[in-house]
């Protein structure tokens, strides 16, 4: 195949198209001075985006994730730390659980499950060069992560307060960490396609050294520790030394391990009330696989504003974050940016489409933290993010009601709040999918 190549001709045309139409000259000056989002910015959207809500759950101030993508973590860890708050009776900002913690055994973890599947692979007699090792190879070890992952961790090492494992440089900027994880596990791999026959004495020295690696940057964390508290009644409570599982249990009495996850995979060869897995994506070897249960975004808003308004708990879900974003003010609207009038250009394409083609995905978990309903009505949802207090409502974000239709995919609900034919699904053996499509994307 032969292509065509620009030529002077056709740039000229395309100066000539340009230069014809006053108001690509105007948004050129606007754009170059001021950035792209400053000029497409809908001053009225944005100016008429109320921020009151009808239902708000106060979980103290947003926390900050840093330069790392750890946001599954805080926003499952913030979801517990409200339950354990409420459970411990103490004030908002005395309790925060430690995300380094589960990040140290996420990892781990991920790094044991990522070994056993390339030896499987390569015992299957799975090319080196093949698209699926080329894929697990490159999306290797990085921060971001599920629900169920999230879970995966918790019932099997429980959680600890943030003093006893506090954030490190490495915890809070993750970049030289995950490089020198990646580079020994690839190297691993390697070692096993040039010698299949000690493809199991590699991959467990592979593991030691991912957990070496992991130690010097986060430290070791603790098997036990003495929990002791005041309330916000100031009564003093010396609970004595618990396990991280101990404390896990004991704390958060929410049944969090038994939450199901609700996708919105809106391409249409994926049948709603249909289960949907992705293969080769986990990370604790024996744990819940990642499988979602495929519905509605009408289904999955009725779940999460039961859960704010009845059970008063936020709610984890995952969106594509970034289309019709203000970072700055947090907010999300669907025609929050005019793009399209400002390089005319008709962006036109629905949730199915920009999915099929590589255009959104979710990206980032958060966790609704209240709701505006007027009736059957749903107006916006309140979102605690993880980006620190310094933007946004102190780092609570607004999102618009048809921006969930849009650009949320997954929330994390209870099992019992399903009716009987989704119940049924759940037990359907899922759809299977690859492991590079759209929907095994990680937060």
Known sequence: MSFEPLSAQTL????????????????MNA??????????????RARYLQRRFSTVIDNGDATSQKRSGRCWLFSSLNVARFVAKREMNLKNKDFEFSQSYAMYFDKLERA??????????????????????????????????????????YTKYGAVPKDFFP???????????????????????????????????????????????????????????????????????????????????KYVTAGLEDYVCLVDDPR??????????????????GGTPTAYLNVDTDFMKKCVRTILEEQGIPVWF????????????????????????????????????????????????MAFAGVDADGETTNRWRVENSWGTDIADKGFFTMDDPWFDEFVYEVAVPKSMLPAEYQAALEEEP?????????????
């Open 12 to 27: 000229n045309g395309l100066r000539a198209n340009f230069d014809s139409r006053e108001a690509n000259r105007i948004a």
């Open 31 to 44: 754009v170059t001075t001021s950035g792209i989002d400053a000029v497409a910015k809908n001053f009225d």
């Open 112 to 153: 044991n499950y990522f070994m056993q599947d390339m030896q499987a692979l390569i015992a299957a007699g799975e090319p080196s060069d093949s698209r699926l090792v080329q894929f697990l190879l490159h999306d290797l070890m990085g921060d971001g992560g599920q629900w169920t992952m999230a879970m995966n961790i």
């Open 167 to 249: 954030e490190t440089a490495s915890s809070q900027n993750t970049g030289e960490m995950n490089t020198q994880l990646r580079s020994a596990l690839r190297q691993a791999v390697a070692h096993m396609y040039a010698h299949p026959e000690n493809a199991q004495e590699i991959a467990q020295n592979a593991v030691e050294e991912a957990h070496r690696i992991l130690t010097i940057h986060l430290g070791t964390p603790p098997t036990s520790f003495e929990w002791e508290y005041t309330d916000k009644d100031d009564n003093f409570h010396r609970v004595g030394e618990i396990t991280p599982v101990e404390f896990w249990h």
């Open 268 to 285: 249409s060869e994926h049948p709603k009330g249909k289960m949907i897995g992705i293969e080769h994506l986990g990370n604790v070897a």
């Open 318 to 365: 995952g969106a594509d974050c970034h289309p019709m974003m203000d970072r700055k003010d947090g907010a999300w609207a669907t025609d929050l940016f005019e793009y399209g009038r400002v390089y005319d250009i008709n962006f036109d394409l629905n949730k199915e489409d920009r999915v099929r083609f590589a255009d959104s995905a979710m990206n980032h978990a």
């Open 431 to 443: 759809i299977m999918l690859p492991a590079w499509d759209p929907m095994g994307a990680l937060a």
